[in-house]
């Protein structure tokens, strides 16, 4: 055991990089001594009562890319972030491919907290490349009170409170494994402004530096400064960069169970992972009011509530609503007009290989010919906007006749679908100042046009879009053509392998941006 002094010593000066140190230390425990455990509380998204999860995959050629993330509701902060931060990372993935084998990047998601208060979530990557493989692992916390996303620091009251959980980690090491207490002493290390320092035996000089999180007492003495502002907490998540506690979990004692990799163990015995137990007696001071609340969370039946309300009353879990942040991400909007035909089932399948949304601007006329059609678009989360009845020019019609036409459009759609087309569509382009006044909905233009209608070379038509097509870009086709949607493989294929998401019209632009009558091209800001 390490003496009271060298403890005392630890608790003011250890800090993520001494942990690190000694986790490269050899072990000494016998075979026949048993090896710290913990339970961690996870649990997959689909075994949350109530809760949903959606799955994405994508295999091409040059490499397979996956992940699942958990649906809170439309636009649920937390979903929302998760499957952006997915989304970016899969992007990085696919920019960095050499070309040589099929690499792959599987992402993952599950609940570690659940209540109306507070949502844990653990994000994983599992990176495989010609015969190495690498794995990342971290935590998000959504606080109602707040409505924002946090970073694991924000579970504790300060970074004292951090660096004391850092310290109970190392016991842990030195008990369940043997790293000899004689050792820390000159594994010292320090945060300071963001930077880490290996000052050696220098404790005198490492003790006169406060640790970036603190302030001025009143007696002169630094004192730490809460982490329960949200910013705090996130400055504290850059400076803590390659902390175990980034891939925490509560345990079924009440106390932590951090992940460790076997690499970093010596003498484990594990092969997957190594969790670590830091007891509840150990944390019991060091939480935050998030953290409490967080832990309640989790030890409630192992994180599961039948009668949990992650959702708004009446919206319930599903993926309808925004779950990408687009302003983070290469995205960009397929449309299509005039169908639904003959050729949108094809269409369809193609969307489906490479899990992507768009948007189809039906005629009204066309719908009760093609009701599976389109209960399919909606089933399978596309959009459906309104084309008009017939493919009328707005512009040549009266504001009684303008809204007859759209009316009796969103009518057919709603029918069949349940919904509302959310934008409309003039036919050609076309529109004037009283289309403006008369609709009630935004009128979506585009700042790509393949010219499919016109050329109807399917060559022609998938270059035009991949050469002008930029994020934030609505791309024009029709689906009434085959060779239009016999281009849509190409289109798929090269923007997904620059890292492009796609996502519907409603998705791409920011939130809160389409106005009713507002004429818009793209998602491009100035």
Known sequence: MVPLVAVTSLRRKLSVSAVLALLLLSGCHTVEEQPPHAEALRTPPEDVPGMRARTMAVTTEHSVVSYRFPLLGGGHPLTVETRTAMAARQTAFLERLSGEGTPELHQDATILAASPEVVGVRLTATTSSGGEETFEARTLWYDDESGQILPWTSLFRDEKAIEQAHLALAEVLEEGYGMPGRQLPGIVGEVAGGDRKAPGNDTENAAA???????????????????????????????????????????????????????????????????????????????????????????????????????????????????????????????????????????????????????????????????????????????????????????????????????????AVREVTGSDPPTIRPPYGSLDETVRETVDQPLILWDVDTLDWKNRDTGAVSSYALEHTVPGSVVLFHDIHESSVKAVPDVLAGLHRRGYHFVTVTDVFPAQVLEPGGVYTDARLS
Not at 277 to 306: C, F, K, Q
Request: net charge negative; hydrophobic share 30%.
């Open 209 to 411: 530096s406060p640790s970036a999180d603190t302030a001025p007492s009143g007696d002169g003495e630094p004192e730490p400064l809460g982490l329960s502002d949200p910013e705090r907490a996130r400055e504290a998540a850059q400076r803590w960069t390659g902390s175990p506690l980034e891939d925490l979990a509560f345990s079924t004692a009440g106390g932590l169970a951090v992940r460790m990799d076997p690499s970093q163990v010596p003498g484990s015995g594990r092969t997957d992972e190594v969790l670590l137990p830091v007891s509840a007696a150990d944390t019991e001071d060091l939480l935050s009011g998030l953290g409490y609340r967080a832990r309640e969370a989790a030890l409630n039946d192992g994180g599961l509530d039948d009668d949990l309300p992650l959702g708004e009353p009446g919206d319930g879990l599903s993926d309808q609503g925004r779950t990408l942040d687009c302003q983070r991400l290469r995205c960009v909007a397929l449309t299509f007009d005039d169908g639904p035909g003959e050729h949108t089932d094809e269409l369809l399948d193609t969307l489906e290989e490479y899990d992507a949304r768009a948007t189809f601007y039906v005629l009204g006329s066309l719908v009760d010919d093609f009701p599976a059609l389109m209960e399919r678009m909606a089933e399978e989360g596309h959009e459906v906007g309104n084309h008009t009845w017939k493919h009328g020019d707005l512009a040549e019609m009266s504001g009684e006749e303008i809204e007859e036409d759209i009316g009796r459009t969103n009518e």
